[in-house]
């Protein structure tokens, strides 16, 4: 951290600023430069406001010199995170798919797509048990029976489950099923369900929220790898903007952006991310262009008779033409 | 909710459209135009999802043609909800101001700060125990012990608490001292938490969340009010947008439509809104102008001093040259 | 400007960043720190970009001490701008008003409504001859002849004239009418018009643009003044936001913050920025209460029949109330 | 055009609405429903402005069935725009590249970058002669010895020229020199710019504004090709949200979309879109991948030592590598 005051600063003034560092147990080093005065801090700043500095008397600006996330960061690990589910690695060299409808809606849809994804190779299946919707009044899932039939799925058929955990309440359910537990956008910062899933060991896919920056979804992530549980996948699923054509904007920036920042697989969501079905394997693609380790994507048998996000969900005939393209473009781009 | 497809769509395609909706408990109703044919909807449509419409052949839009929102809308009920706290009514004629620190420091922090406020005339007093911050590293609170002080304070100054319910699990410890729950913005989609406070009868405070529009926050408020507990009470503290220069953007043109869509009483929260101390009274002013039932303000002490938000919390002098100025205000504007 | 470099920076990037800066006509001064060497700039660096040093190598950070903007600044010019027109003073203690409807429409039109608005005492009336518009296929307005409308008002009723000034080939008859000009939100960034209107003398309501920040908003208004003109006054109209309800989503936290940086004067308008006519008056009385130095509103005699803008006119009869509480307001803020 | 009212509107109120579809043109037609009374509207509809419709008492709602730009709309017109420029087809099979300086800068700069890009198969140059700049003290760009340098390099290398025109005073000499005129961003909605460059007949690479829907991108289009010019290139390279990492947000949902709604082609502009030099390839390759029929990407000798834009300027060794996964990636997309 860095205060910047003026020259002429009182030496009141300056030893107000200095005490407040010292106080919280930081080293204040005085820097005095040709325009302003600097003071340079350090010690444990990470936990400083840097509000509460900018509000000190004679203070002109306070910077920020390290990033306020640590461990996630490359800056402490610079190696990328490769977490190993059962043999199947993210964040490695291959690029991993997840598919799978919004919810599960019966025991038959989710075993007639599970089947014909498993068919294509798929590994690992997503399907929604707990559904946290807008309205009080929607579908919000088959809840305890979901979970049944996703455990099912899984002894029969082999595939790892993806699903969602909504609350710290149903959590423990949900651990028992889940290969990976997903966070959805509106619990990004839900921190109590954070620090929860941060106490098992269980993969986290944390998906970004709609209006959270990249350092707010990296600050999330840092909430559970400080629990203990580094098997963070993060997850790119677009943002709300003024553009009301698409579902969200897909922020595929973020992509290149978060591979620079922190060492954790960034997935893109490009069902959510433009919300326009017969578009989403473009941005599919665009995703992986942009370097994301990996896809996780709504497959419905019939979209039009879904419960949930029917409007941005696949049939598997157009998820298997993806896939071909999703294999020959890895290849450009040095994958898997 | 109205469905247009094209005159000359077959009769497959329309036959298929009014199929989904009688599944779905819904009446259909053919309306033939000059240049759409218009399928008109009776019965439970705000269940369906505009989108799952949308997606079938043939069917150009679907339109809305009632709010998605029911008990919290003035269509519903065109009366003000005015909660009765103890003899304080919240949306009635007169203008309620909370004030307080954003979080409770130490039991000589809370205790001097809320004998100021009471001498000021001010009923109630806000503190946050439980602060969901969004780095795992940041000040969390005092927790229990922020609680008991806000309970001493209760008792033994006779103000009435405003504090934050951060999630399911303290909730009802919040509830034993909290004569209003404050519902974060980043909690007010936090469904689970909202369903729990629907089924007490404590007044919320709702916040909206930083990227939730007007239509959102209304839908959440519907799942407190569908529960069973009437007294919700809407919060506007600002939304995130390009502008960096503030902490937020205090979108007070939510104030009087939200007035206009809705019964509830709805107040401003100027210290989140804006995020800079000195510019607090202004938005304070201009939150009641525009029309608002209400204020939440943050006001400390020793600002400079604050574990959190001291950036934007005014001092005891500051607040009371504001008070009298919003009491001119009220005058104006046939309020109390 | 504050470069920041990593203690261990070796000499040649750091003799790269002082050439920079040397070739550039500024000195760099280094402050050797306890975690980061800092190189101190003096000199003309406000002419600098701060990315083309951000991309050095073993650049760390680039930090601009001061304001971008210099001429509009509270920094360089303490003291108020005040805008004498004919003897009404701008940004001085009074609150001025400037109402009429969005566009000339007819002579009829624009003198029924100027005649309402003068006995009302309002000395400004606004009206569009050249509207720009999003469709090539509306209402481009009036043109010249509704320049020749607004010069009769002028003439015969006395009062002052706010127009637009749509491109630089028809400012010069815009010229010959205008008391103000005004600069539409489309145009801020129409460097070319803002630096021929920076070379008459007229004052220029210079409106916000729909994604400019408020650094950007000062930066066009030291496009004008750098020009030599001094008579700007700023004018909040509504940001874009992800909020559809309402047209723009005003932002009232503008006003404090301007007046705190800027000299200048800022104006608010209501109509555009909520665009809904009945919330009008509401959003008027906020703008004031925020701080602004004067109001700009659409008043229409017959919103219904308006060709544009409509539905955010208010009415004479509705103009008129607000009027008489925004003469209240003034004097608990007191001004006039 | 649609407009609802409630079945028990007066007829006087009907009336009111009819008359005023009459008066502008348009024919109503009654379409009686279940639970609304419709009212159809034929004719110039698209002149109309939906706003002043809401106004109308006991109007509930008006919604547009048809689009508001036409000819630039798939409906209207669905086969590709193919513009040909001397042979070379943009909007066909095969994605074209634009690439260059920011600026032009000097005559050596320019030549030596050309002669580069020429070498690699390069047939189109970019480089600014005219450059808006958002702060009045920056390098405006070289003006008339930029547009010189530019003739050369078309003179002696044959390449085609892409740049900027500013306003419509200098529009004339860059009409001279380009092949294709770039429209920037903040130009979006000069529409005496739009108009002007409409009555030529030279391609137009209209860039997205900063804050433009998707659907203002399209009616900024229709203003230059409902004067004559169809030879319009769109080109989304970012807009403004909350995220500040990155300098835009590259929304590249748009990509897709605008392929399904208008029969332009699309170009991506990924310098721009992310300003981050590094990640520009990724970007680069994410928009073909979403559909883009081209991209204009920004490439500098020495990017640390350009006047404008160095900080996302690629070099001429990262741009050679992009090119060949260009090449790859388009074989995948069945495109050359």
Redesign the interface.
């Known amino acids: 951290m860095?205060i910047?005051m003026p020259l002429d600063a009182p030496k009141d003034a300056i030893d107000?600023v200095k005490n407040?560092l010292t106080y919280n147990g930081c080293?204040p080093?005085e820097?005095?430069?040709?325009?302003?005065l600097?003071i340079?801090?350090?010690g444990p700043s990470?936990?400083l406001?840097l509000?509460?500095f900018?509000?000190?008397e004679y203070v002109?600006?306070v910077?920020r010199?390290s990033k306020?996330f640590k461990l996630v960061s490359r800056e402490m690990k610079y190696e990328d995170t490769i977490i190993n589910i059962d043999g199947e690695l993210i964040g490695a060299k291959k690029i991993n798919i997840i598919a799978g409808p919004c919810s599960v809606e019966s025991r038959e849809q989710i075993f007639e797509i599970a089947e014909m994804l498993k068919e294509m190779g798929i590994k690992f299946i997503r399907g929604g048990a707990y559904k946290?919707?807008?309205?009080?009044?929607?579908f919000q899932g088959l809840k305890e029976i979901g979970l049944k039939y996703l455990s099912e799925v899984k002894k029969e058929l082999g595939m790892k489950i993806v699903t969602e955990a909504?609350?710290?309440?149903t959590l423990d359910m949900v651990i028992e099923v889940a290969d990976i537990i997903q966070i959805g956008a509106?619990?990004m910062?839900?921190?109590?369900?954070l620090?929860k899933v941060g106490k098992t060991n269980i993969p986290i896919l944390l998906k970004r929220?709609?209006?959270a920056?990249?350092?707010?979804l990296l600050?999330?992530a840092?909430?559970i790898v400080?629990q203990g549980n580094n098997n963070v996948i993060l997850c790119e699923r677009g943002?709300?903007?003024?553009?009301?054509?698409?579902r969200n904007?897909?922020?595929?920036?973020?992509?290149?952006?978060i591979k620079?920042l922190s060492n954790l697989p960034i997935f893109v969501d490009p069902s959510h991310?433009?919300g326009?079905?017969n578009?989403v394997p473009?941005?599919a693609?665009?995703?992986?262009?942009?370097?994301a380790d990996g896809l996780i994507i709504e497959v419905h048998n019939h979209?039009?008779?879904?419960l949930?996000?029917?409007?941005?969900s696949i049939t598997p005939k157009q998820f298997k033409e993806l896939l071909t393209?999703v294999k020959?473009?890895s290849k450009?781009?040095e994958r898997e």
Chains 1, 2, 3, 4 share one sequence.
């Open positions: 860095l910047l107000k407040k080293t080093h820097i005095p430069g040709a325009i302003k600097g340079g801090v350090t990470s936990k406001s509000d509460e900018k509000l000190l002109d600006d910077i010199v306020p946290p919707r807008s309205s009080p009044y929607a909504k609350d710290t309440e509106r619990n910062q839900n921190f109590s369900l620090e929220g709609l209006s920056t990249i350092e707010d600050m999330s840092e909430y400080s943002i709300r903007t003024f553009e009301t054509y698409t904007t897909l922020d595929l920036n973020a992509v290149p952006v620079h991310g433009i326009i079905a578009k473009n941005m693609l665009a995703g992986i262009a942009a370097g979209p039009e008779k879904a949930s996000d029917g409007m941005q393209k020959l473009l450009i781009l």
